[in-house]
Nanobody, 122 residues
Framework: VQLQASGGGLVQAGGSLRLSCAAS????????MGWFRQAPGKEREFVAA????????YYSDSVKGRFTISRDNAKNTVYLQMNSLKPEDTAVYYC????????????????WGQGTQVTVSS
């Protein structure tokens, strides 16, 4: 699976961004999809995940209530709507896909996109 993330940028605190991740190469609906992020000097951390058909979602405590993950299997695309952004949300955001299970562990996911930078100014 090839994953291409887009939609990052610079936004003020309290603002919103919508990330997209287009998948190609294999049957998109066979894969759970996730978003992770990595801030400078920090380890990569889980953000959100969504099941194959979109019926189940999972969020980290740090983004719950502010971010929403969704997918459109007809368009082979997963989205991350980010509202009420905070400076601590600044990171490179990566989309990922896997078939092993839905969760926060990075080893559940097999394919990773190149990342898109999100910068939140205070």
């Amino acid at each position: 699976v090839q994953l291409q993330a887009s939609g990052g940028g610079l936004v003020q605190a309290g603002g919103s961004l919508r990330l997209s991740c287009a998948a190609s190469g294999r049957t998109f609906s066979n894969y759970h999809m996730g978003w992770f992020r990595q801030a400078p000097g920090k380890e990569r951390e889980f953000v959100a995940a969504i099941s194959r058909r979109g019926g189940s979602t999972y969020y980290s405590d740090s983004v719950k209530g502010r971010f929403t993950i969704s997918r459109d299997n007809a368009k082979n695309t997963v989205y991350l709507q980010m509202n009420s952004l905070k400076p601590e949300d600044t990171a490179v955001y990566y989309c990922t896909s896997g078939q092993s299970g839905l969760g926060a562990r990075a080893d559940l996911y097999d394919f990773w996109g190149q990342g898109t930078q999100v910068t939140v100014s205070s």
